[in-house]
């Protein structure tokens, strides 16, 4: 066809590609540092503009550049809240007038996390055993552990093998202040204990230590709260339960007792002074702080139990005995 070849065809159209870019301005991208997101200018008729991004926590969007003309600022991105939530995309920035600037949005507030990364509702609860494992929640600098212990005999769990156990179905634990099903308790059985005392006596207990042993023993400020309230049951009816709470003056390792083959004045706990009987069935139990006692034999002058000394809390029995524990929580002053 015609006398033009191929050739002249393809230079032809690269000619008239480059008028168009001509006509746009320059060629070159836009180049801009991620970390603020702030639009460079429009070079021509026709620049677009730079979305503005949220700041943290709800913070206003930084500053984009417009372009030139009436391109719209894109909607800024989510703030991050301070406990894991994600904010809401904040709203479009307005029309950009030739050469000015368009803002992102706002970014939305984080919402609340969850779990561990949240910020805890309740700090005056324990442990509520629905993590199956030794941990107590760690809160407000309470990083212990449940733990076992005993004169003789037997206990399960080992202290090194600490488990919780499933509630069975036909005898559930309803718990107002949980949000979701309560399928775990702490579960210790105690057999072998017999009625001969050895040098320490006859007991076996499940306790809390308020923190982490490293490798001694350490107190807790508990003086915001006024005694401890649980839930229990047993096996066996009226099964006197002792509730003690080790303090740092009477706890080995911690205070100033003495724990020798000369001189042992450590372990004279303050406890209930009244046992806790527990009942077949599940019950809800208080045990104040003002109302507990030492035993009399060890380290003594102490006017009264000291909360912001508390070391642990120990369920303690003086007889063989199943026993069910669970969603142990502080007793805040102001209630």
Same mark, same amino acid.
């Given at each position: 066809?015609?006398?033009?070849?191929?050739?002249?065809?393809?230079?032809?159209? #690269?000619?008239?590609?480059?008028?168009?870019?001509?006509?746009?301005?320059?060629?070159?991208?836009?180049?801009?540092?991620?970390?603020?997101?702030?639009?460079?200018?429009?070079?021509?008729?026709?620049?677009?503009?730079?979305?503005?991004?949220?700041?943290?926590? *709800?913070? $206003?969007?930084?500053?984009?550049?417009?372009?030139?003309? %009436? =391109?719209?600022?894109?909607?800024?991105?989510?703030?991050?809240? @301070?406990?894991?939530?994600?904010?809401?995309?904040?709203?479009?920035?307005?029309?950009?007038?030739?050469?000015?600037?368009? %803002?992102?949005?706002?970014?939305?507030?984080?919402?609340?996390?969850?779990?561990?990364?949240?910020?805890?509702?309740?700090?005056?609860?324990?442990?509520?055993? +629905?993590?199956?494992?030794?941990? #107590?929640?760690?809160?407000?600098?309470?990083?212990?552990?449940?733990?076992?212990?005993?004169?003789?005999?037997?206990?399960?769990?080992?202290?090194?093998?600490?488990?919780?156990?499933?509630?069975?179905?036909?005898?559930?634990? +309803?718990?107002? +202040?949980?949000?979701? @099903?309560?399928?775990?308790?702490?579960?210790?059985?105690? =057999?072998?204990?017999? %009625?001969?005392? =050895?040098?320490?006596?006859?007991?076996?207990?499940?306790?809390?230590?308020?923190?982490?042993?490293?490798?001694?023993?350490?107190?807790?400020?508990?003086?915001?709260?006024?005694?401890?309230?649980?839930?229990?049951?047993?096996?066996?009816?009226?099964?006197?339960?002792?509730?003690?709470?080790?303090?740092?003056? %009477?706890? +080995?390792?911690?205070?100033?007792?003495?724990? *020798?083959?000369?001189?042992?004045?450590?372990?004279?706990?303050?406890?209930? #002074?009244?046992?806790?009987?527990? @009942?077949?069935?599940?019950?809800?139990?208080?045990?104040?702080? @003002?109302?507990?006692?030492?035993?009399?034999? *060890?380290?003594?002058?102490?006017?009264?139990? $000291?909360?912001?000394?508390?070391?642990?809390?120990?369920?303690?029995?003086?007889?063989?005995?199943?026993?069910?524990?669970?969603?142990?929580?502080?007793?805040?002053?102001?209630?």
């Amino acid at each position: 066809m015609g006398g033009v070849s191929n050739a002249a065809r393809v230079r032809s159209r #690269i000619a008239a590609f480059a008028l168009v870019l001509g006509a746009l301005g320059t060629g070159s991208c836009l180049v801009y540092d991620p970390s603020d997101l702030t639009g460079q200018p429009g070079g021509g008729n026709g620049g677009s503009s730079m979305s503005g991004r949220g700041g943290t926590g *709800g913070g $206003t969007g930084l500053t984009g550049s417009g372009g030139g003309g %009436t =391109t719209n600022g894109g909607a800024g991105l989510g703030g991050t809240g @301070a406990d894991s939530g994600n904010g809401s995309a904040g709203s479009t920035g307005g029309d950009g007038g030739d050469g000015g600037e368009v %803002t992102g949005g706002t970014g939305g507030t984080g919402g609340a996390g969850s779990g561990g990364g949240g910020t805890p509702t309740r700090p005056e609860l324990i442990d509520d055993c +629905e993590d199956n494992n030794q941990n #107590i929640r760690q809160v407000d600098g309470r990083n212990g552990l449940w733990f076992t212990d005993k004169s003789k005999g037997t206990v399960v769990p080992a202290a090194g093998a600490i488990r919780m156990a499933d509630i069975p179905s036909g005898e559930p634990l +309803e718990i107002p +202040e949980m949000t979701s @099903a309560n399928v775990r308790a702490f579960r210790f059985t105690v =057999t072998g204990l017999g %009625t001969e005392p =050895t040098a320490d006596g006859i007991y076996a207990l499940a306790g809390i230590d308020m923190r982490a042993r490293t490798p001694n023993k350490h107190a807790y400020d508990a003086s915001a709260y006024k005694g401890v309230r649980f839930y229990a049951k047993a096996t066996e009816a009226m099964l006197p339960l002792s509730v003690q709470f080790p303090i740092a003056a %009477t706890e +080995e390792g911690v205070g100033d007792c003495v724990s *020798g083959a000369a001189v042992n004045d450590c372990y004279d706990h303050f406890h209930s #002074i009244d046992p806790v009987p527990l @009942a077949t069935t599940w019950a809800r139990y208080e045990v104040l702080f @003002a109302d507990t006692a030492q035993y009399g034999w *060890g380290m003594n002058g102490i006017d009264a139990m $000291t909360p912001d000394q508390l070391v642990s809390i120990h369920f303690r029995v003086n007889e063989n005995a199943d026993v069910w524990i669970d969603h142990v929580e502080f007793i805040p002053v102001a209630e």
